[in-house]
C-alpha cells in the first residue's frame, strides 16, 4: 500500500520555464509534507515543507501547493535552471505517528538549456 | 552547515559478513532514522530513535539487523549476517522532535553485497 505516490518518474523542461512536480498521498493523518531534492551519490536534500494548515508556501523559486480535499501537493520551480536537474523526493509524516517520513518514488527532473 | 555524516560511504563484502554503518547526527538533533534505498522499493525506513530510545524498528528484519544508539552522537547499524538482497544504500538522517520540523539526511553508505 503506497501512501505517497509520484506518478510521473521523469520531467523534462526547458530552462526559464516552469516545472511542475506532482504528488498524492491516501492518509489524511499525515499533517508535514516535504520535498527533497537528490543527486547522484549524494543524500536527499530537504527542499521545501508545508503544515496541513496551510495552502502554499513559498521560498524564492520554490512554492508548493497543499489541496487536502484532493490530498494532492505540487511543487513549482520558476524559473526553471539547469542546476535544478535531480530526482525530487515528496515526502509525508504525521507527528502523532512518530514523524517518519513516507516517501514517494521521486520525479527525475531535467531541466535543458 | 552542520550536516549529518555517514561512515563508510561504500562497503563491498561477501555474503555471511557482519556489516556495520555508522551515523553521526547533527548536533542537538534527538531523532534519529535510518532509510535503506533501492531500485524496487525506493526510500523506505528501517528503524528510528528518539532521545537514543528506539521506537520503531518495524521496517528491519530484526532476525538479521540491529540498530543501536551508544550515545547521542552515534548511531548504528548492523547487518548480521549480510545477504546479497541487503545490497542497497542507507541513509541516516536526523532531526528535531517537534512537529514541523525537517530531517537532514547525510551521503548515505552504499553496500553491495557479493
Known amino acids: 500500500d503506497q501512501q505517497v505516490k509520484q506518478n510521473s518518474p521523469s520531467l523534462s523542461v526547458q530552462e526559464g520555464r516552469i516545472s511542475i512536480l506532482n504528488c498524492d498521498y491516501t492518509n489524511s493523518m499525515f499533517d508535514y509534507f516535504l520535498w527533497y531534492k537528490k543527486y547522484p551519490a549524494e543524500g536527499p536534500t530537504f527542499l521545501i515543507s508545508?503544515?496541513?494548515?496551510?495552502d502554499k508556501n513559498e521560498d524564492g523559486r520554490f512554492t508548493v501547493f497543499l489541496n487536502k480535499s484532493a490530498k494532492h501537493l505540487s511543487l513549482h520551480i520558476v524559473p526553471s535552471q539547469p542546476g535544478d536537474s535531480a530526482v525530487y523526493f515528496c515526502a509525508a509524516s504525521s507527528y502523532n505517528q512518530g514523524g517518519k517520513l513516507i516517501f514517494g518514488q521521486g520525479t527525475e527532473l531535467s531541466v535543458k538549456p | 552547515d552542520a550536516r549529518v555524516t555517514q561512515t563508510p560511504r561504500d562497503k563491498v563484502t561477501e555474503m555471511g559478513q557482519e556489516v556495520t554503518m555508522r551515523c553521526q547526527p547533527i548536533l542537538g538533533h534527538n531523532t534519529v532514522f535510518w532509510y535503506r534505498q533501492t531500485m524496487m522499493q525506493g526510500l523506505e525506513l528501517l528503524a528510528y530513535f528518539r532521545n537514543r530510545a528506539p521506537l520503531d524498528d518495524s521496517g528491519m528484519p530484526k532476525d538479521r539487523f540491529s540498530a543501536e544508539m551508544p550515545d547521542a552522537t552515534l548511531a548504528t547499524l548492523k547487518i548480521q549476517p549480510s545477504e546479497p538482497r541487503d545490497s542497497a544504500v542507507y541513509f541516516c538522517?536526523?532531526?528535531?522532535?517537534?512537529?514541523?520540523?525537517?530531517?537532514?539526511f547525510g551521503d548515505g553508505t552504499r553496500l553491495s553485497i557479493l
Open positions: 538522517a536526523s532531526g528535531l522532535d517537534t512537529s514541523n520540523q525537517p530531517q537532514h
Open positions: 508545508i503544515s496541513s494548515i496551510k
